[in-house]
């Protein structure tokens, strides 16, 4: 029994709601499970790449919380610290500087250890521009990851995660760092007409909850590796139905869940291409790891491959040589600085994928994780489909 109550007495949920919720809900579970596994037997190659795409992702989807507006290949140019990430001046926003930075630092501390190293790399490749209120934001930052680890920790554990979905969300309502600003409005004359518009509201970026949501699923035993999951809590739920908003929250876990494994096929497949692009190239050659960096990340210039590679400059033109002669290399000029990215030349099959459709082979490890998230489904379902037998 935990300490959380729900504010008042919801309606009784419908037949209808309660199939739709356990559907959703054993979806989001199987969706786990399955990735758990992945993570659990990830060969280090992939998990190397894996975590520099998802270092990426995870950076682009908070500095979008923060309301920042940008492209994909201006994320590039902002990161090799070229150009702001922005040319418009937005509303509200935080430094963008002090968000990556702090992101970068929070994924440095990861128990996951092909996170970590990755991220410690990444933070000595990040050379995009200060900006005027670095500090202020900073300290910002700090307080609501602060918060969010204070909110995580009180959230019961559980072999399934929708009961610490559920008090997670009550608890974003009462905060004062993740809950939406309350709705106002402003006069505006216009001739004879008095008009009420609504004042744009600041946005209530939530990343920090969902870094500290890692670390709850590995200690309840659902996720081996402390990802963060971004895009988890939405703020367009609705909270006027119970049942609704329980299904919106599996609806959103499933989503995010997928992303990741996508993530990983996406590995998968990089690992696959170099494979086949290097295979005839020394052992010795660092070119097949510059060409997973630049894939799974995207452009960077010479002086941050420097640093995340540990190489010279002499020795990353004799790697960047190497692209050049598979044929992969793409370089472009951009404020008079050299970008490097990569391109695939081949419709490489990913593993992950392959061996699903064709072998099945798992381990008998995998296959025990497999039936004891089957196992917590079953136990899920039983347990909806008492309530539902009790409700008639």
Request: glycine share 4%.
């Amino acid at each position: 029994m935990n300490d959380f109550e729900p504010d008042w007495p919801p309606d009784p949920p419908s037949a209808e709601e309660l199939e739709a919720l356990c559907t959703h809900q054993a979806r989001a579970s199987l969706a786990l499970g399955r990735l758990d596994g992945l993570l659990k037997h990830c060969p280090p190659d992939i998990a190397r790449v894996f975590a520099a795409k998802f270092v990426r992702d995870t950076l682009t989807a908070a500095l979008t919380q923060e309301s920042h507006s940008f492209t994909e290949p201006r994320f590039a140019i902002w990161f090799a610290g070229l150009a702001p990430l922005s040319d418009e001046p937005l509303q509200f926003t935080r430094s963008a500087r002090a968000v990556g930075g702090q992101l970068l630092a929070e994924l440095a501390l990861s128990r996951w250890e092909p996170l970590a190293e990755t991220a410690i790399g990444f933070q000595a490749a990040f050379l995009a521009f200060h900006d005027a209120n670095d500090a202020q934001t900073r300290d910002a930052i700090q307080d609501s990851l602060e918060e969010a680890r204070t909110i995580i920790a009180s959230l019961p554990t559980d072999h399934l995660p929708f009961t610490g979905l559920e008090i997670l969300r009550h608890a974003i309502a009462k905060s004062s760092h993740f809950a939406l600003p309350e709705r106002a409005h402003d006069a505006v004359q216009l001739d004879n007409l008095l008009l009420l518009v609504e004042r744009t509201r600041p946005p209530s970026p939530r990343w920090p909850l969902e870094i500290a949501f890692g670390p709850y699923l590995r200690d309840s035993g659902l996720l081996s590796a402390a990802l963060p999951i971004a895009g988890l809590i939405r703020q367009n739920i609705d909270n006027d139905n119970a049942t609704r908003t329980r299904i919106s929250e599996a609806e959103a876990l499933e989503s995010c869940v997928h992303r990741l494994r996508n993530t990983y096929d996406q590995a998968c497949t990089i690992v696959a291409e170099i494979q086949t692009y290097f295979a005839e190239a020394r052992a010795t050659s660092r070119a097949p790891q510059l060409y997973a960096l630049l894939r799974a990340f995207g452009p960077m210039r010479s002086a941050q491959i420097e640093k995340l590679l540990g190489a010279t400059r002499i020795g990353v033109r004799t790697m960047l040589a190497s692209l050049a002669k598979v044929g992969v290399l793409n370089p472009e000029i951009i404020c008079g600085v050299k970008l490097y990215s990569v391109r695939q030349t081949t419709n490489l099959r990913s593993p992950s994928i392959a061996a699903e459709a064709d072998t099945m082979a798992f381990s008998q490890d995998a296959i025990d994780a497999y039936d004891s998230s089957m196992a917590d489904i079953d136990q899920l379902l039983a347990r909806y489909s008492a309530s539902d037998n009790h409700t008639k």
